[in-house]
């Protein structure tokens, strides 16, 4: 399917982002939509790969930047790798504790600080809270498209985006799907909020990630939500991503198989609405 994409602004509570939308074209009539939303890295080729993937599958497909300003200036490529050559030396939780990753960035080398600090910032829960309120302004914006069936969207995130797709279906009751690429869980207390279905994609190598998914799936299982996951042996982190040193061909392949697989069965045909 033929796809159209182009930059467009969205103006959230609080401030004004920058987002990458990507449409089919196709014939009149109203068509699911999914929010992208990306890792660390921001919105880059990758990510609008992504999103153009599923344009081309008929869905009107949206890839905020939740970093638009001054995070994004701090966390260029260059910045993120000097990041990581720090937490390859620290432990595995760190990034899940935004008052450790703030005493350790102290003890690295002053230019490593700035971006350190911005790495906690975004793993805040206080500001993850913001972004997601963001992410629920982006949903709405795509139910407000002429195009777009208003009950039939969803959501799917990387690493860090893994996080926030958790976090936008604590806060969107609307949210028929999330997926979630190797991303922290959401705050648990908040899962019996959940009403999307969820499917959770997640590496064998990435044990900072996957070692807590069982307290996810106890959480959704106890608040009665649908919540299903694949690990995969010999799989790491960011093991979707074609333009990093961790993608895994096989891996990547299915996970996308049953994202397409599950978007379907549960935004319904793209042909039509459900019923």
């Excluded at 990507?22 to 992504?50: K, L, N, S, W, Y």
């Excluded at 200036?73 to 703030?102: C, G, H, V, W, Y």
Aim: glycine share 8%; with cysteine.
């Amino acid at each position: 399917m033929a796809v159209s994409s182009r930059e467009i602004k969205v103006r959230t509570p609080t401030r004004e982002i920058d987002c990458y939308l990507a449409e089919p074209t196709r014939a009149p009539g109203r068509c699911p939509a999914v929010v992208v939303v990306h890792e660390i890295f921001g919105v880059g080729e990758h990510i609008q790969d992504v999103t153009r993937r599923f344009a081309a599958l008929g869905y009107v497909s949206a890839a905020p930047n939740l970093f638009t300003g001054e995070i994004q200036e701090i966390l260029t490529p260059a910045n993120i790798a000097l990041a990581m050559q720090s937490f390859a030396e620290a432990p595995p939780d760190l990034r899940r504790d935004p008052a450790k990753l703030a005493a350790f960035a102290q003890t690295q080398p002053p230019e490593r600080r700035p971006i350190l600090t911005a790495f906690g910032k975004v793993s805040n829960p206080t500001v993850q809270a913001g972004f997601a309120e963001d992410l629920l302004t982006v949903t709405r914006y795509l139910r407000s498209l002429p195009e777009v069936d208003p009950a039939r969207v969803g959501s799917v995130g990387f690493c860090f985006g893994g996080a926030m797709s958790a976090r936008l279906a604590t806060v969107d009751p609307d949210l028929r799907a999330a997926v979630i690429f190797y991303g922290q869980n959401p705050p648990l207390e908040d899962v019996p909020r959940v009403r999307a279905s969820i499917l959770g994609l997640y590496g064998g190598e990435d044990p900072g990630i996957t070692a807590t998914v069982p307290q996810l799936a106890e959480a959704m299982k106890k608040a009665g939500k649908q919540f299903s996951h694949q690990v995969y042996p010999g799989a790491k982190h960011a093991f979707f991503n074609d333009t990093r040193p961790n993608y895994h061909a096989p891996s990547a392949e299915d996970a996308w198989k049953r994202v397409v697989t599950f978007f379907g069965s549960s935004l319904g045909p793209l042909d039509g609405p459900t019923v």
